[in-house]
Nanobody, 127 residues
Framework: QVHLVESGGGLVQAGGSLRLSCVTSGPTYMPYAGGWFRQAPGREREFVAAISRSGSSANYAESVKGRFTVSRDNAQNLVFLKMNSLKPKDTAVYYC????????????????????WGQGTQVTVSS
């Protein structure tokens, strides 16, 4: 069983930055395609960013392009989400996800394509 644990969330003022981390434990002999999603109160979960298992490819939601950067360290089983220029509308619970990839460059943007999920970390951006 694969377990994912997020960390790095918190309260930050608008314009500030946070870096979320997601560590994977369990059968990790092969890296998974990674993704970040978020869910704000009263809203559906939405895609934020994704990274291929090799780290060579990434994809972002339009709302975060140019502000967020996804990266990974496969040696440490970590996936990161660096968030800059945060806005109050970025307030949400952020979840990391891992999906069994068919190739080194596979990227998933739909939640249904991911096999494993973390418990989430709260990000609150004050105005």
């Amino acid at each position: 069983q694969v377990h994912l644990v997020e960390s790095g969330g918190g309260l930050v003022q608008a314009g500030g930055s946070l870096r979320l981390s997601c560590v994977t434990s369990g059968p990790t002999y092969m890296p998974y395609a990674g993704g970040w999603f978020r869910q704000a109160p009263g809203r559906e979960r939405e895609f934020v960013a994704a990274i291929s298992r090799s780290g060579s490819s990434a994809n972002y939601a339009e709302s975060v392009k140019g502000r967020f950067t996804v990266s990974r360290d496969n040696a440490q089983n970590l996936v990161f989400l660096k968030m800059n220029s945060l806005k109050p509308k970025d307030t949400a619970v952020y979840y990391c996800a891992a999906g069994t990839a068919v190739s080194d460059d596979t990227i998933y943007v739909r939640g249904s394509e991911y096999n494993f999920w973390g418990q989430g970390t709260q990000v609150t951006v004050s105005s």
